[in-house]
Nanobody
Framework: QVQVVESGGGSVQAGGSLRLSCTASGSVFRIHDMDWHRQAPGKQRELVAGITESGATEYGDSVQGRFSISLDITKKTVYLQMNNLNSDDTANYLC?????????????WGEGTQVTVSS
């Protein structure tokens, strides 16, 4: 069993910052990559940022230059530093972890953490 748990969401005013965390636990032998996605009501889920075990990163166009993703392999935890937030960033932020388990590489989702930005 693998559990993925996000934390750090909340309410913030436009221009503010938040730091999200996501930890994979359980039968995790190795992290391949961990990603943050977000979904707002009535909108499609979109990739926010991703990072591989080697440290390669990618960002969605709308967050480039404002968000930063980092990975602590030893803690199996990925962080998302979000700066200069605006109302378009309001969404449920979900973490996806691709990990090596006893039955091979599998993908696991957390339940998400809500971020609300007020203008």
């Amino acid at each position: 069993q693998v559990q993925v748990v996000e934390s750090g969401g909340g309410s913030v005013q436009a221009g503010g910052s938040l730091r999200l965390s996501c930890t994979a636990s359980g039968s995790v032998f190795r992290i391949h990559d961990m990603d943050w996605h977000r979904q707002a009501p009535g909108k499609q889920r979109e990739l926010v940022a991703g990072i591989t075990e080697s440290g390669a990163t990618e960002y969605g166009d709308s967050v480039q230059g404002r968000f930063s993703i980092s990975l602590d392999i030893t803690k199996k935890t990925v962080y998302l530093q979000m700066n200069n937030l605006n109302s378009d960033d309001t969404a449920n932020y979900l973490c996806n972890a691709k990990v090596l388990t006893t039955v091979g590489v599998r993908s696991f989702w957390g339940e998400g953490t809500q971020v609300t930005v007020s203008s």
